[in-house]
């Protein structure tokens, strides 16, 4: 099966390392794959708080070029590893084709500009891809440097199984622990697996945003996690940007670093650090794994 | 017959009556426009507007115009006929006409009710009346057929409302088969300890009945037994009931237990139905001490011997009567009864789909069901209220409409969970003294003596909480909520969001119909609400009778409700049956199927279309022979015979077409 | 009732729709839709029959010949029939007369059969307002005189199903 890469602006930018672990396990598992030609903003957060039309017509933009450029593909599957823009390109998707008024202004849209949305799409979100379409089995049998000892809280965050719980419980999932167990770590059992990260309240509503994320890092750490796993950007640098100034505030002692699953994933395949972006999380993986050979943080 | 019936020099003369229904028809639709348009028709001598036709002088006033104007047909216009058909039909007969001269209009269910525009609203009724005076003119004299009816009633499901209808029916002399699908009776009831506002003893005001019902020499007691098939009609039901085998001979079983002592199993390992899982059985056991029939069963899923084959059989060995029985077999009864009362009862509310609850997730997360068990004497822990870690609760919680009032499961209200959260909170306090927390949305306590529980309650100091639990959850935010249950809930009377830490949770968990409702609905050929509860005939003045003649409804198969409610519908069901055989025969609604011989060529089409076997064929005339006593009135077999032959009474093709002109051609 | 919703109304192509709702689902389902009140469009005439299986094609020739724009057949579901199989009988003469209204050139939209069980008083609006606006955009039946021997032959050919008709 081939795929599309939709990365979203985040996965070039603050999310760098989501981008290079994603791309370097894709290799791994010779995932066949290309990257959407010409695509465009997701449509997400300001823009659908602002504009919720013309923040799908964006989203339906994607979807029409991918169609494009999988022309012969009964069925087009687009891995989205932003959570955000996996939500949205969902979203999107479902009120086109639920809501007709809608779809017609935004197919008239498309139109305009000489494109079509014909309904092939199937948005997915990596972990998806992995664990149902690749399967565990093949997961497990590429595993060099197996997980062993980490102990890891999955953190799946609000927008990948809700509202729409396409391939996991709403509520409590179990897809990336399932994963963790398979790369040999210990999967930690937590209660907040898809509560709030504050979200983008870290920018505006800081004292709010911050007490969400330290109640995700708090809780974790208690629970016995070693590393927090992650599958969005925004989650991932509101759990590991303020981890500092959360300790102030709140008289804590948070000190976990929050990475993205593919780069745990990229760990246990053992590649290098550098190819999965190790070096540029905030809270470094040094702490946790001084004692294990080859996972030494590297310096930026 | 009387002398109306003929039409004189072939004169029809027809009477139109139309009804305001206060202001249910004559809101919408222009009656007096419909009345007036009604006299335009041929052969219409007079037609009248009242405001209620279904009322006695309403009555009086047809039977009163039948003498004055001598009419020979008439019309009504007002409800469905599924309410009043058979209103109008006596009063037309008791005016001296053939009870089927009459045709009835519905403009109130499917015009003024439906209907926006009150033009449109009058135009649709105008149309229908035409069809119906049209109809009218071909209507036969009929007679209805009068059959005998079998005094033997059924009775389905064991549960307290079974249990009561039963008794009922039996104490009238009339004899009853109760069949339950569960290996005793007793149904929930017999699960609970107190029943709420009076706090009996649930066992000790049931259980005597239960003894009843095994004593009594007008009823057969049929449980671990399930209803095959039904065939016939009301006042003629065949069943066929399916006996499960319990791998005990029932007749020589007395119930002394020496067999589950002697099991090789020395400890129950297996789940306890009657203790929702609280507690373990052996393989052979007694579902609980009270159980009726006290008889033990064997259970081939966990037995050693119907498992490998190798068990030394011990319980054989100790049993004197020789009453266990590994070679039984399911077996069949065939059985006629007159009526057929339903009394399936519900199932709770399976509070895994409510997973931000906890529920199987965090071992303290308990049902209602679970705790009606724990506080109860006879239950796993002779009622102490201990949680599964061993600990005595301090705090607990109880969630409201866990499975109701929520548009993601139930929409509609359990009816009972108020009430027996307000019990089972008193026992708790009462055995614990624990602090408890009621979350609710609304406290609804109407019934006697209830609001003065729920007071009683608040006396007591149990706390109560406005407001739709968001979460059970197991992270702590504050020292004080380490290993504990954290019930996170916005307090709605107070505006702010709360977490309480408690050491047990208990979701109030609401009814639903069985799973297989479904199948038990198509059995017996009667309705179900989309939720899987069965239909009554109607809500207000029908409520233990279905759709289908002969089988009634009682207690919560028919939706939630509580206990005294539950036992007022058995009774009434019982009632219902019992006026139904009594009385010795059942009046049929002449809707059969019947042949015109002369134009029968003899093709056998109908015969193969005919569900019922009512069809032969006679090979000496060369033709079909109808028997009507077999025939439902289904129709289809007229649809197929080529000639016209077939007939329906009531349905004749003549009869259609004109319908079918009538709403056409009206203008 | 104003007058200036009579011109109103006189303007528009209200479709007429003759409904056969057998007695025990979709009749009381029709009920159910007045006792909750439901509006639909006013449009259809229901006439009741015990069972969907006593809908005579000719019925359906007879409403479209009288000048009915469309015929709606309402039957329990599959498998809660109050006579067992009924409705299974309505289906196989819906299901073949329905390709030989294409042959009169009635379109499809005309006629129509659904399931409404006696629960389902909100279906029974739902496919009378769909089917009225179905109707409404198709315009009026216009038929040339259908000759009633043709209706004959219709039946005999049914007849000659219904032998074969377990077949179907």
Not at chain 2, 63 to 86: G, I, T, W, Y
Not at chain 2, 141 to 164: C, F, Q, W, Y
Not at chain 2, 314 to 341: L, P, S, T
Not at chain 2, 392 to 412: E, F, L, M, Q, W
């Amino acid at each position: 099966m081939r795929y599309i890469y939709y990365p979203g602006c985040s996965l070039k930018g603050t999310g760098r390392a989501y981008e290079e672990s994603v791309l370097a396990v894709f290799r791994a598992l010779e995932l066949q794959f290309e990257e959407l030609d010409d695509w465009n903003c997701c449509g997400a957060t300001a823009y659908m708080a602002i504009d919720e039309l013309q923040a799908f017509t964006l989203a339906a933009r994607n979807l029409a070029l991918a169609e494009k450029q999988f022309a012969d593909e009964e069925e087009v599957n687009i891995i989205a590893p932003c959570s955000a823009c996996y939500l949205v390109l969902m979203k999107a998707q479902h009120y086109i084709e639920e809501y007709t008024e809608i779809g017609d202004q935004i197919r008239s849209a498309l139109k305009e500009c000489h494109m079509e949305y014909e309904g092939r799409i199937r948005i997915r979100h990596p972990l998806d891809v992995f664990v149902n379409d690749i399967g565990l089995e093949k997961i497990k049998s590429l595993v060099r440097k197996p997980l062993d000892g980490l102990r890891v809280a999955s953190y799946y965050g609000c927008q990948m199984v809700r509202p729409y719980k396409v391939f996991d419980h709403h509520y409590s999932p179990t897809t990336m622990d399932d994963l963790m167990r398979a790369l040999g770590a210990k999967a930690v059992d937590w209660s907040l697996k898809t509560r709030c990260c504050g979200g983008s309240l870290t920018g505006t509503i800081e004292q709010v945003g911050m007490r969400l994320s330290f109640i995700l890092l708090n809780e974790a750490q208690k629970r016995g996690a070693n590393v927090i796993a992650t599958s969005c950007p925004l989650c991932q640098f509101n759990l590991e940007c303020y981890q500092g100034s959360m300790n102030r505030k709140f008289n804590g002692s948070v000190d976990l670093p929050a990475a993205y699953f593919t780069q745990l994933m990229g760990m246990a395949y053992g590649i290098s650090n550098r190819e999965l972006g190790l070096q540029r999380l905030f809270v470094p993986m040094t702490s946790q794994f001084s004692k294990k050979e080859g996972y030494q943080h590297v310096g930026v | 017959m009387s002398a109306f019936d003929i039409q004189e020099n072939g004169d029809f003369r027809i009477g139109v009556f139309v009804c305001d229904c206060g202001i249910n028809i004559a809101g919408k639709v222009n009656v007096s426009a419909v009345a007036e348009f009604a006299g335009t028709l041929p052969n219409v001598v007079v037609t009248r507007e009242y405001k209620f036709m279904c009322s006695d002088p309403g009555q009086e006033l047809i039977q009163n115009d039948v003498k004055e104007f001598r009419l020979n047909r008439v019309v009504v216009a007002s409800c469905s006929p599924l309410m009043h058909e058979a209103t109008f039909r006596r009063a037309t007969a008791e005016a001296g006409l053939n009870q089927y001269f009459f045709q009835m209009v519905n403009i109130r269910e499917h015009v003024s009710w439906v209907t926006e525009n009150e033009y449109l609203a009058t135009e649709k009724a105008k149309a229908l009346v035409a069809a119906a005076v049209r109809r009218v003119k071909v209507h036969r004299a009929l007679e209805s057929k009068s059959v005998p009816v079998n005094p033997d009633v059924l009775v389905v499901g064991g549960g307290i409302a079974g249990i009561h209808a039963a008794l009922t029916i039996a104490n009238a002399g009339k004899k009853v088969y109760l069949v339950e699908r569960e290996p005793t009776i007793g149904g929930h009831m017999a699960k609970f300890d107190k029943t709420f506002p009076t706090l009996d003893c649930a066992a000790c005001i049931l259980t005597p009945k239960m003894s009843s019902v095994k004593a009594h020499k007008n009823i057969t007691l049929w449980t671990y037994s399930e209803i095959d098939k039904v065939d016939g009609f009301a006042g003629n039901f065949t069943v066929r009931v399916k006996r499960k085998p319990r791998y005990i001979k029932e007749e020589d079983c007395v119930g002394c237990n020496l067999c589950v002592e002697a099991c090789i199993f020395k400890e129950g390992k297996f789940e306890d139905e009657f203790n929702v899982g609280l507690s373990k059985r052996k393989p052979i056991y007694m579902p609980f001490p009270q159980a009726t029939p006290s008889v033990v069963l064997i259970d081939p899923e966990t037995c050693l011997h119907f498992k490998t084959g190798k068990c030394k059989q011990k319980c054989v060995e100790v049993c004197e009567r020789g009453a266990i029985d590994f070679n039984q077999q399911e077996e069949f009864k065939e059985i006629n009864v007159g009526a057929i009362i339903l009394a399936t009862g519900f199932k709770t509310f399976d509070p895994h789909r409510i997973s931000e609850y906890g529920y199987g997730v965090y071992p303290n997360v308990y049902t209602s069901l679970e705790i009606e068990r724990l506080v109860n004497a006879s239950g796993p822990t002779q009622g102490e209220v201990l949680m599964r870690d061993g600990r005595k609760p301090k705090s607990v919680a109880i969630i409201h409409c866990v499975g109701s009032r929520d548009r993601k499961t139930n929409a509609y209200c359990s009816r009972v969970c108020c009430m027996y959260s307000l019990k089972l909170a008193h026992l708790i306090k009462e055995r614990t003294g624990a602090e408890i927390y009621n979350y609710y949305i609304d406290m609804r306590t109407p019934g006697k003596g209830y609001e003065e529980f729920y007071d009683k309650l608040l006396q007591e100091g149990v706390h109560f909480i406005r407001g739709r639990v968001a979460e059970v959850t197991n992270w702590a935010m504050v020292p004080s909520e380490e290993d504990k249950l954290i019930i996170r809930a916005e307090d709605t009377l107070i505006g702010v969001a709360r977490r309480v830490p408690v050491d047990m949770v208990i979701l109030s968990v609401g009814l639903e119909a069985h799973d297989d409702a479904g199948e038990v609905q198509r059995l017996f050929n009667i309705s179900c609400s989309k939720e899987g509860w069965f239909l009554e005939r109607h809500p207000k003045l029908a409520p233990v009778s279905t759709f289908t003649d002969g089988i009634f409804i009682a207690g919560a198969c028919q939706g939630p409700k509580d206990i005294p409610d539950t036992v007022a519908q058995a009774g009434a069901a019982a009632a219902e049956a019992l006026a139904m055989v009594d009385i010795g025969h059942v009046e049929l609604e002449p809707n059969t199927a019947n042949v015109e011989t002369v134009m029968c060529s003899g093709c056998k089409t109908c015969i193969s279309m005919c569900p019922f076997s009512a069809i032969t064929f006679d090979a000496e005339n060369w033709r079909a022979e109808f028997n009507e006593a077999l025939c439902k009135g289904c129709g289809t077999c007229v649809v197929t015979c080529p000639t016209g032959a077939a007939q329906q009474h009531l349905y004749t093709d003549d009869e259609m077409y004109e319908e079918i002109e009538g709403v056409l051609h009206y203008v | 009732m104003s007058n200036d919703s009579q011109t109103e109304n006189a303007q528009q192509f209200e479709p007429r729709i003759v409904a056969f709702f057998c007695n025990w689902c979709t009749y009381t389902a029709a009920d159910l839709a007045g006792t909750s009140r439901l509006k639909y469009a006013p449009n259809v005439r229901v006439i009741r029959i015990m069972c969907s299986g006593r809908l005579d094609p000719q019925f359906v020739v007879k409403a479209f010949r009288d000048g009915a724009d469309g015929v709606l057949i309402g039957g329990c579901h599959p498998g809660d029939c109050h006579y067992q199989e009924g409705n299974y009988k309505a289906y196989r003469r819906y299901a073949l007369f329905q390709s030989m209204l294409k042959h009169m050139g009635i379109e499809e939209e005309r006629f129509r059969l659904e399931w409404i069980s006696a629960s389902e008083g909100d279906k029974v609006q739902k496919v009378i307002n769909e089917m009225t606006e179905q109707i409404r955009a198709l315009g009026p039946l216009k038929l040339t005189s259908v000759p009633s021997y043709r209706a004959q032959e219709v039946q005999l050919d049914l007849a000659g199903v219904g032998v074969e008709g377990e077949l179907l």
